[in-house]
């Protein structure tokens, strides 16, 4: 995603794709471009989200985009969810670490655990997601 996406969950919600940062393809520039432009998204007053879902790759964790984006959202008074995905690639061990981690970094308890790959948790983070659109 480079762009903002927006999708209609119904004639009140939408659910809004915002680019991956961290996979954004591109020199700094693009990046830089990009970075703008979700903070502006955030920032503007236009907007004006239910809920921000960080999703984050379990083994890379919090980048320092990530807390830069936690600390904006906390400063607007906004909430957020982090999700770690791909928990399927690490050891039990190595999981807890990363979800300490997180959670110490994130200022947050509330980490929810994915994996797109084996299924686990998608029901639960889709109910937690749609729960106020429905």
Do not use: C
Not at 25 to 37: H, I, M, N, Q, S
Not at 122 to 133: G, N, S
């Amino acid at each position: 995603t480079t762009e903002i996406n927006f999708f209609s969950i119904n004639a009140t919600h939408y659910f809004v794709d915002l680019p991956g940062y961290g996979f954004a393809e591109g020199g700094v520039a693009d990046r830089e471009k990009l970075r703008k432009l979700i903070i502006w998204y955030f920032s503007s007053g236009e907007a004006k989200p239910e809920k921000t879902v960080l999703i984050l790759d379990s083994k890379a964790g919090l980048t320092r985009f990530d807390q830069e984006m936690i600390k904006m959202l906390q400063e607007l008074e906004r909430p957020y969810l982090v999700v770690l995905n791909k928990v399927d690639k690490l050891s039990q061990k190595e999981l807890a670490a990363q979800v300490a981690k997180t959670r110490a970094a994130a200022g947050t308890k509330d980490i929810m655990l994915t994996s797109t790959e084996s299924g686990r948790g998608i029901d639960a983070l889709r109910d937690r997601l749609f729960e106020a659109a429905l």
